[in-house]
């Protein structure tokens, strides 16, 4: 391993000492030796340093770092400044992952210049198991939604040539990040094996919690919009002019479907379908 390419692993945490050995022990556990591991610690009050410096004095790969509070993405940014590995990979200190994902995503990078992204299935564990299925990548699906997991591998060329993660952001920064990466091109690798653990919380994570605020969710993607607005024009024109159109076919359909003769066309259908529901 020693011409292997340094993994740089980023492993945010606040309050969230109970599950951070778990976290580590899966690192250091890794077949792919080449890493380092940032711990941050983003203004937490709980024993997490206690818990990541044992790790600290066990390995000399392991760093350990604390911040005043702002957040993951603030987090995560403090964590890569703070590190020199040619690929990075975020790891949320409360999930894990399995031992040869390093290995395969390294060998993946290495040999796929093209490629910008590597992620994997991934399993939930905690209040919901099973699968965590996203959509398969495109581009413009990207636009619409993200389809990559927030703790998936990228190349620090690649962070450093665009603004890095979005401070302002308290979700979504990974797929405001993912957009930055891929706009100029470049590919994502989806490994075909369940690498990734994510614990899924009962409450109390900041994703539960927008979930159900669907205000302060929606102010966060139109940061996304703003932040990538020549890409979004790039891809889907003048939101101006899409608007006009749609409401044009939506006037188009309301004036057909309210027609005598759409009516008449329609109604016998009705009717049998009515009649079947009868019998």
Known sequence: MGNATKISVIVPCYNQAQYLSQA???????????????????GGSDNSAAVANEWVAKDSRFLYLEKENGGLASARSFGIAHSDGAYIFPLDGDDFVEAHYFSEAAAILDNNPDVEIVHCKVMQFGAVEGELKLDDYSFEK???????IACSFFRRASYEKTNGYCTGMKILEDWDLWISILANGGKVHK???????YRKHSQ?????TFATDRERYEKHVDIIYKNHLDTYLQYWGNPILARRETLEKEAFHKKTTSSLLYKTYKFPKILIKWLQGKR
């Open 191 to 197: 490994i075909d094996q369940f690498y990734y653990h």
């Open 142 to 148: 990207l636009l619409q939604r993200n389809s990559i």
């Open 24 to 42: 580590l022990e899966s690192v250091y556990a890794q077949s792919y030796s080449n890493w380092e591991c940032v711990i941050v610690n983003d």
């Open 204 to 208: 109390g994570s900041l994703i539960n």
